[in-house]
C-alpha cells in the first residue's frame, strides 16, 4: 500500500491561450512580419482550410498566415495529428505544430471557471472558453492523398488597368466612393469614401486593395455593425490605433477572398508601435481585433454577391 506523505502534487500552471496567442502576435509585429499581409506569389495569402475544406474564421488565419509565411508553405489545408492518422498520413518526425483555438460557451459546474457572459438571479451564467489545438500543414505530413488536398493556382493578374469585375462588386456595396481625392479616408457623417484616382496608385492592386480598407472601415457605421472604434476614432491613439487594426486585417481578409494581395499602407508604418502598445496592455485585443474584421469581411462580401470570389483559387 502506498503511504500518504501528507503532501500534494502541484498542479502544472494553466496555460493562458489569450496571453500566449497575443505573445506570438507581439513577436511577429516586433520582428517586421505583419501577420495579416501574406503574399500571393508564395501562394500563402488564400484562406486556410480545415482537412474537409471549410476556411478557418478571425483569430486563427492570422495564425496559420502566420505559419504559412515563416515555414514557406503553399498548401492552404490543416489538420491535427489524429486527423492526419484517419485519413492514412503520418506527421514527419520533428515537425512542429501550429497552434490554433477554438471559442465554446458552457454553464459552469461546481469548480469550473471561465469569463461570464451573462449573469441571471438564481442561475449559473454561462461563461466562454478558449481551448488550443495544434494543427499541421499538410506538407509536414506523408502518405496522404493529395489529390484530396490541391494547391491553389495563383494566377497573379496585371492590374495595369481597371478590373471590370472588381469595380462591379465594390458598386454593389452600399457605400459610394469617389476618386480624386489626395488620400484615402471613410468619412462617417457622409457615409463615403474619397480614393485617390486610380493613376496614382502604384499598381491597380494597391488601388483595390486601398479601397478595401476604407470598405471595412465604412461597415462600421451605426447603420450596419456599429462599431465603437469608430466612432470613437478621435478620441485616442490607442483607439485609432485599434479600428486601423481592423481594418487592415479586415481588408486582408477581404483581398483573400477577392484574388487580391493584401497591401501594406505606407501610413501604417507609424501604428506598429501602438499595435504592439496595445496588444501589450490587452492580451484579448487582437482576438477582439479579428472578430471584427471577419464580421466586416462577411459584410461586405454578402453586397458583393461574389462572382469573382476566390478566383485564384
Known amino acids: 500500500m502506498a503511504r500518504n506523505t501528507g503532501k500534494t502534487r502541484s498542479a502544472a500552471p494553466r496555460i493562458d491561450i489569450y496571453e500566449e ?5 507581439i513577436a511577429l509585429l516586433e520582428a517586421g512580419t505583419r501577420p495579416w499581409s501574406p503574399r500571393w506569389a ?11 475544406g ?3 474564421r478571425g483569430i486563427n488565419i492570422l495564425l496559420l498566415w502566420a505559419a504559412a509565411m515563416s515555414r514557406g508553405y503553399s498548401n492552404p489545408y490543416w489538420m491535427t495529428y489524429r486527423q492526419a492518422h484517419e485519413l492514412g498520413g503520418q506527421v514527419r518526425k520533428g515537425e512542429k505544430g501550429n497552434l490554433v ?20 438571479e438564481g442561475e449559473e451564467a454561462t461563461r466562454r472558453f478558449l481551448k488550443r489545438y495544434v494543427v499541421f500543414n499538410v506538407e509536414q505530413i506523408d502518405g496522404l492523398d493529395m489529390s484530396k488536398f490541391p494547391i491553389p493556382q495563383i494566377a497573379i493578374k496585371n492590374r495595369d488597368h481597371r478590373d471590370p ?8 456595396w452600399p457605400v459610394p466612393y469617389r476618386e480624386g481625392g489626395n488620400s484615402a479616408y471613410y468619412h462617417p457623417v457622409a457615409d463615403s469614401i474619397t480614393m485617390p484616382a486610380f493613376g496614382d496608385f502604384v499598381t491597380g492592386n494597391a488601388f483595390y486593395a486601398t479601397l478595401a480598407h476604407e470598405c471595412v472601415h465604412s ?11 469608430l466612432y470613437e476614432y478621435g478620441k485616442s491613439k490607442e483607439i485609432r490605433a485599434f479600428e486601423e487594426m481592423i481594418a487592415e486585417v479586415g481588408a486582408a481578409f477581404l483581398c483573400a477572398q477577392l484574388g487580391m494581395e493584401a497591401t501594406e499602407r505606407e501610413d501604417h508604418a507609424a501604428y506598429l508601435a501602438s499595435w504592439v502598445k496595445c496588444l501589450r496592455g490587452d492580451k484579448r485585443a487582437i482576438f477582439r481585433a479579428a472578430t471584427a474584421a471577419q464580421a466586416a469581411s462577411e459584410l461586405i462580401l454578402s453586397h ?3 462572382p469573382v470570389m476566390a478566383r485564384a483559387a
Not at 496567442?21 to 502576435?25: D, G, M
Open 42 to 52: 508564395s501562394g500563402a495569402a488564400s484562406l486556410p482550410l480545415r482537412h474537409e
Open 21 to 25: 496567442v497575443t505573445n506570438e502576435i
Open 165 to 172: 469585375e472588381l469595380d462591379a462588386a465594390f458598386a454593389r
Open 219 to 229: 461597415s462600421g457605421h451605426d447603420s450596419r455593425l456599429n462599431r465603437e472604434s
Open 54 to 56: 471549410t476556411a478557418y
Open 101 to 120: 483555438v477554438h471559442a465554446g460557451t458552457f454553464t459552469p459546474k461546481d469548480g469550473e471557471t471561465g469569463e461570464p457572459i451573462t449573469d441571471s
Open 304 to 306: 458583393m454577391a461574389a
